[in-house]
């Protein structure tokens, strides 16, 4: 049955891709997009006998609509954001973790919020509003490991500009969705694992 749910589950995220690009004008990758659900399928499928986070899936498969539609547009669109939010405390809600997310994302929203300002816009308000959507899967966290969160996406955001040339790394700014998303989904579970 969990098979069955899980196959449902991409499909619908693979269409739902296909749409979403489709509305931001942007080139949904179909065959990079295929891949990409199928390696998550086979790591997901595999996690199902242990404790799959069933809140970083939704990010995790919506999440590459973002980083498309950031990288094209620098921009992550609020009607994204808005229901990815909802499903994401919908999920926390029935996993009784609902309180745990919502600090967790006031918590993310406020510590961006400040850096967008002090950056001066250098966070724009769709990494800020991604923040939030991140605060809401990973939960309450310290403010120290707020910092190391910000450092790790910095640090990954900074190699993605590499090999390209001094002149348009930074033109228009770094399009920072995959490193937070990437941070968050993949690196920062891996640093937090106890056994």
Sequence with gaps: ?????????????????????????????????????LFIALISAGALSQNLDLAALPLLIFGWSIILIDYEFHRIP?????????????????????????????????????????SRRGIGIGDLKLAGLIGLVIGRVSFRELINFTLLAAILGLLSTLGRSQTKRFKGGIAFAAPMLVAAIWIWPMLHMKG
């Design 1 to 37: 049955m969990e098979l069955i749910a899980l196959v449902i589950f991409y499909i619908f995220g693979f269409l739902l891709h296909i749409f979403l690009c489709r509305r931001f004008n942007t080139d949904p990758q179909k065959i990079k997009t295929f891949l990409l659900y």
């Design 78 to 118: 609020n009607f994204i954001t808005g229901y990815l939010s909802l499903l994401l405390l919908l999920i926390q809600f029935f996993q009784h973790q609902i309180l745990d997310s919502i600090v967790g994302g006031v918590e993310f929203l406020l510590f961006f919020g400040v850096l967008t300002i002090v």
